[in-house]
């Protein structure tokens, strides 16, 4: 999945030549995208990489709320950028790289925590997120946590929240230099 990276750079540069960013849609892709930083922070406040499996907060409701947040951040700068070409191309990325992104590390939990994550698997859906009844109980062994802000550290979520301001300002920027130069 090393491709996913390689090729984002290339995507990032033609969606920036196609996008048509007006202050409307910057302001609605904003929000959505706001929505998705909101989505990430809250999982990356419970995700212990590579030390336990994570089933509380946003994971109880879907096993990818990183992706899922991250895919609220693409659906933002598709809108914002003003362009269907530049928001198609958004998209066709995302889909293309993320599902797979996803299920290889499916494989690799299911390697690492078995029969729980199985169970786990067979409760909670994939990507689009379920809300379970009132009172629902976690598991026997699944502890309940709490958000932590030292564990959003840890997981240096706070470097989407710099990439995302940085997008919207590259979009300001891009509909500025439209508007001086025509281009």
């Known amino acids: 999945m090393r491709w996913r990276v390689r090729t984002g750079y290339p995507v990032a540069a033609i969606y920036l030549v196609l996008a048509v960013p007006k ?35 946003p994971y109880a409701h879907t096993r990818n709320p990183l992706y899922l947040g991250s895919a609220l951040l693409a659906a933002g700068f598709a809108i914002a950028g003003g362009s269907l070409w530049a928001g198609l191309l ?36 994939l990507f689009f997120p379920w809300f379970p009844r009132a009172g629902a109980k976690l598991s026997p062994g699944e502890a309940a946590r709490r958000f932590s802000w030292d564990q959003y550290r840890r997981n ?16 300001f920027l891009r509909m500025w230099i439209r508007s001086q130069f025509g281009y």
């Open 23 to 57: 202050p409307r849609w910057i302001l609605i892709g904003g929000a959505i995208a706001t929505i998705g930083l909101l989505v990430r922070g809250a999982a990356a406040g419970h995700l212990r990489k590579d030390r336990e499996l994570a089933v509380s907060g």
């Open 156 to 171: 240096r979520e706070y470097r989407a929240l710099i990439g995302a301001v940085g997008g919207v300002g590259v979009l």
């Open 90 to 125: 958004v998209v066709a990325y995302f889909a293309v790289f993320y599902y797979a992104v996803m299920r290889n590390e499916e494989e690799d939990l299911q390697r690492r925590f078995g029969a729980a994550f199985d169970e786990y698997a067979a409760r909670v859906p």
